[in-house]
């Protein structure tokens, strides 16, 4: 063979059956032996694989991981956690209609329904899901779809969602949740019947800031649905990124379970700090969903804690300037304890009426606890916000 042709073969060798880490199948294309087999993967008739757009054994692997978490038949990964809301969205609504979306939720979903698909034809209404009768109001009146989060993005709040399924049901309307900040390891809403739920794995799941992906969990039928969205949109997620966040998520658990017990910590000791206004955190009794979270909440109350700072946006600055070790960044879901300016970066699409009916103002900061000593988290936080009074 002309060496020409001997630098373009790759060399092959068989997979062997018994890795202790799954390998990475980093290939855009798989090759068939004829036009048949082709044909048999492509219309379902034999498993395997054609096109990394379609599926790719790293994808598979972590959205059955996922699904396995959640109690679910079946998962679907995608290439961040926005596309996931929107292929769950396309299908459980399909066409054009009314989305409720909780009062308190990430502003990126409420970005997604009205500047993406408003257009068209899609409706977003927003929903105090803190009051069942209002829910009951509002699905009566042709809603398409529910939209809600287990833990609200960035207060925290969490609303009775056992009881808002039900009604949502009864009036033939679908509900997907919204599951990042919960994690299954404190909340799995498909027992709840929950008809999809949804995470940005970039968060908690792949653990470590490193990796952008998203995943639909549900029902085998309607994971089936969802694929073909993914597929035909391109919402592809790249099989280095899966392997990765599979390789972050064997210790989802662990990460949660300390990080989760500092977030208590954390905030109790900023409850009697000075230079804070009031803490979010449904762990502590004088949050107002304190009793719904302790009943439907497991092992906690999660990684995230919020609170209002004196002197506004720049006690604010003040605080953040003077921090040591934790940083400032537009995310959260990291091993290292984080912060964010929700009004500057997750919620910055929404109107200033529209903060308002979420709760936020320039005081407002989210930490995402990690998994450091909480004594560490708590002195230096301390310490920048007697820099701010």
Sequence with gaps: MDIYSQAVQPILVPSPDNAVSPPIFQTAVYAFRDINEVDEVLSGQRPGYSYTRGGNPN??????????????????????????????IMTLLPHPGCILVAREIYGGTVGLVRDILGPMGYRLQWVDTHNPETVRDALGQGAGLLIMESISNPLGRVCDLEHLITIAHEHHVPVMIDNTFATPFHATPLQWAADLVVHSLTKFIGGHSDLILGVVVGAQDTIQRASHIVDAA????DPFASWLCLRGARTLALRMRQA??????????????????RVYYSGLPSHPDHEVATRLLQRGFGSIVSISVDGGYEGVQTMIRHLDRVRLVPSLGDVATTISHP??????ELTSEEKEIVGIDESIVRISVGIESSSDIIDDFVQALSHSL
């Design 343 to 348: 009004v500057v970066a997750s919620h910055r």
């Design 260 to 277: 989760s017990t500092n977030a208590l910590e954390l905030a109790q000791a900023l409850e009697q700090a000075q230079g804070v206004r």
């Design 234 to 237: 391109g919402f592809t997620p």
């Design 59 to 88: 994808t598979e692997a972590l959205g059955q991981f996922v699904a396995n978490l959640e109690g679910a038949e079946a998962g679907l990964v995608t290439s961040s956690g926005t596309a996931a809301l929107l292929a769950g």
